[in-house]
């Protein structure tokens, strides 16, 4: 058995919680740990833009508790391959279910038993600080406000969409307030969490800092991984 084969067998296999803000770079970071470590990789924010988008298409109100619960609790795994998920509209529908209590509450459970059965790499707003507050190892993967713009213009564009520079920017701080200030777990680093500036880092300096923090945090175990 190799060693990521031999971690992802073992009953305490990591969780690694990898949060911040939009377009900082935590999904393409995330996404490549999971794979060099040999464990299950889960994009929280797909969650919340599911229940967004379900609420959209319902025609009910983004803002209505009641409504957002019970989309969250009747959630399935397909909702999450709806190819409609990573507009600008879908990001600010998540934005606002996901400030609700019982939204957050009826996909906990989800997050934690996806961790919790063989381990995981799990990027979200809350992981480090809520879903895993304990999770071995946690990363806070921030940038700038304008750099983090620029590359979901670039993102978004690439994609066939229209957008506007400055109301990328406008749109990306608008979600930025609204994940941090929201009552029921804020978007803001865990204590113990570990900051990666990625401003002025390409997507492999970014990675390579990660696997050292891995390595510092799960010690000999994570040595054998990487
Ligand atoms: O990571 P993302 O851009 O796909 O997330 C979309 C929105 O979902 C984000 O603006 C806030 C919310 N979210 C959250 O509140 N908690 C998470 N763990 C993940 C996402």
Redesign the pocket.
């Known amino acids: 058995m190799t060693a990521c084969a031999a971690m992802a067998a073992t009953a305490a296999a990591p969780v690694i919680a990898v949060?911040g803000p939009?377009a900082a770079g935590k999904?393409t970071l995330a996404r490549r740990l999971a794979a060099h470590l040999g464990l299950p990789y889960l994009?929280?924010?797909?969650?919340?833009?599911a229940v967004g988008r379900r609420v959209l298409d319902a025609g009910a109100d983004l803002r209505d508790p009641a409504v957002a619960e019970a989309t969250a609790r009747a959630l399935s795994p397909a909702d999450l391959d709806r190819p409609d998920l990573r507009s600008a509209e879908a990001?600010a529908a998540?934005?606002a279910v996901?400030a609700q209590a019982g939204v957050?509450a009826a996909l906990l459970d989800w997050q934690r038993d996806f961790g919790r059965a063989h381990g995981a790499v799990l990027?979200?707003?809350?992981?480090g600080t809520v879903?895993f507050p304990d999770a071995q190892v946690k990363l806070f993967i921030t940038a700038s406000a304008e750099e983090r713009a620029r590359r979901r213009f670039l993102e978004l564009t690439a994609g066939g969409a229209v957008a506007e520079p400055a109301q990328v920017l406008a749109e990306l701080r608008a979600?930025d307030a609204?994940?941090a200030a929201r009552a029921v777990?804020p978007?803001k680093p865990a204590e113990d969490a570990v900051l990666i500036d990625t401003t002025s880092l390409d997507a492999d300096a970014a990675f390579a800092r990660a696997v050292e923090v891995v390595q510092e945090k799960i010690g000999p175990r994570g040595r054998d991984l990487v």
């Open positions: 949060d939009a999904g994009d929280t924010g797909l969650l919340y833009r990001a998540a934005s996901a957050r990027d979200g707003r809350d992981i879903v979600r609204q994940d777990a978007m």
